[in-house]
């Protein structure tokens, strides 16, 4: 009812080892995989765990996955909503899905809550961006008192992506509510190595095949970017009936997705 959809049982369960590169990122989230395994243990020694948890980074970097992962490691059930399916047309749905979402997390807490694009929902009220919006400040205002509203220890982690960090309203950020900030940023060489080496390991690779040359080449882009790339390589090889993939395959892939519209208008910019 609440339009979040919850990890099915059955799903494949997503942990630490699919996510590629991001070791501090994720020792920063041990200590939630930690809580949500536990609670009890940090409620006896009056530890206070925070409720939310703001990833922040330019999209594609892996804050979904991330997210997924905190629930995987910790085998809680995992409920995801994106901040767009909030804000409807008629006031009021809003800010009842996103009590309805509160309820369903309570009923099986310990659990994690993922709300993808929460700028959608909570960028600073009255701020000429789409401001003034009633049904969207009734939606927010609603997030807000569900997150004042349940108790500290009781096993609901709210974890939030945005790739547009300055817009939010500051209310969001005040301490109780998202007042721990992991920043997601785009892969280095060495991550950028890794994530290959993560979406390679279902692709049969020729001999030929240099996974860190194409990290060296492939500046700037994204761990969604590279598993694109390789999977382009792979529809490639396929189309020729080849079983593995050949690092022609993987060059000739980078021409149809290496510069996408985000990166050519930086080439651009860079020329001018
Ligand atoms: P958005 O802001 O667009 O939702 P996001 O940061 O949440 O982006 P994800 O949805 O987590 O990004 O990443 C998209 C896909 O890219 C993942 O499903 C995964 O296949 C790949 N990916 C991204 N980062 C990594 C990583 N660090 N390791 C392995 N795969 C990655």
Known sequence: KSRAKMSAPGEKKVTFEDVAGLKEEK????????????PK???Q??????????????????K???????????????????????????????????????????KNAPCIIFIDE???VARRRGSGLGGGHDEREQTLNQMLVEMDGFGVNEGIIVMAATNRKDILD????????????????RPDVGGREEILKVHA??????DDVDLKQIAQTTAGFTGADLENLL???????????????QQADIRHAFVKVGIGPEKKSRIVSEKE
Do not use: C, H, W
Request: charge should be neutral; charged fraction near 25%.
């Open 231 to 245: 999977n382009e390589a792979a529809i490639l090889a396929a189309k020729q009936n080849r079983m593995y993939i």
């Open 27 to 38: 020792e920063e989230l041990e200590e939630i995989v930690d809580f949500l395994k536990d």
């Open 201 to 206: 390991r279902n692709k049969p690779l020729g």
């Open 41 to 43: 243990k940090y409620v």
């Open 170 to 185: 500051p209310a969001i950020l005040r301490p109780g509510r998202f007042d721990r900030d992991v920043i997601v940023g």
């Open 45 to 62: 020694v009056g530890a206070r765990i925070p409720k939310g948890v703001l990833l922040e980074g330019p999209p594609g970097t892996g």
């Open 118 to 120: 929460i700028d959608a």
């Open 64 to 106: 979904t996955l991330l997210a997924k992962a905190v629930a995987g490691e910790a085998g809680v059930p995992f409920f995801t909503i994106s901040g767009s399916d909030f804000v409807e047309m008629f006031v009021g749905v809003g800010a009842s899905r996103v009590r309805d979402l509160f309820q369903d997390a309570k």
